[in-house]
């Protein structure tokens, strides 16, 4: 049973990670109707899932992507959070 317990203590020390960032993809699409202090929310909960940043995804042409983002922008700038784009979303056309 010792050498059990040592095993899987072992092995919790070789599987540790240190994550230098972590973000979650965010589909601006799906936020049409955020106002800054709802992006704020969503930040406030992402950063205490120690989450250090959103990419942000969104359709071309999409109604609302222009709001969106310049909301995400402020309530990120608020807050000390980070944003980046992702370019691999595909909705709408290229």
Same mark, same amino acid.
């Given at each position: 049973?010792?050498?059990?317990?040592?095993?899987?203590?072992?092995?919790?020390?070789?599987?540790?990670?240190?994550?230098?960032?972590?973000?979650?993809?965010?589909?601006?699409?799906?936020?049409?109707?955020?106002?800054?202090?709802?992006?704020?929310?969503? =930040?406030?909960? $992402?950063?205490?899932?120690?989450?250090?940043? &959103?990419?942000? @995804?969104? /359709?071309? !042409?999409?109604?609302?992507?222009?709001?969106?983002?310049?909301?995400?922008? =402020?309530?990120? $700038?608020?807050?000390?959070?980070?944003?980046? &784009?992702?370019? @691999?979303? /595909?909705? !709408?056309?290229?």
């Amino acid at each position: 049973m010792l050498l059990y317990l040592l095993a899987v203590a072992l092995l919790g020390r070789v599987c540790h990670i240190h994550a230098k960032a972590v973000f979650a993809h965010f589909m601006v699409s799906n936020a049409v109707n955020y106002s800054v202090s709802d992006w704020e929310d969503d =930040i406030k909960l $992402a950063a205490s899932s120690h989450i250090t940043a &959103f990419t942000l @995804n969104m /359709a071309y !042409n999409q109604d609302g992507n222009a709001e969106g983002v310049a909301d995400a922008f =402020i309530a990120a $700038a608020n807050q000390g959070f980070q944003l980046f &784009f992702s370019f @691999n979303y /595909a909705g !709408n056309g290229a």
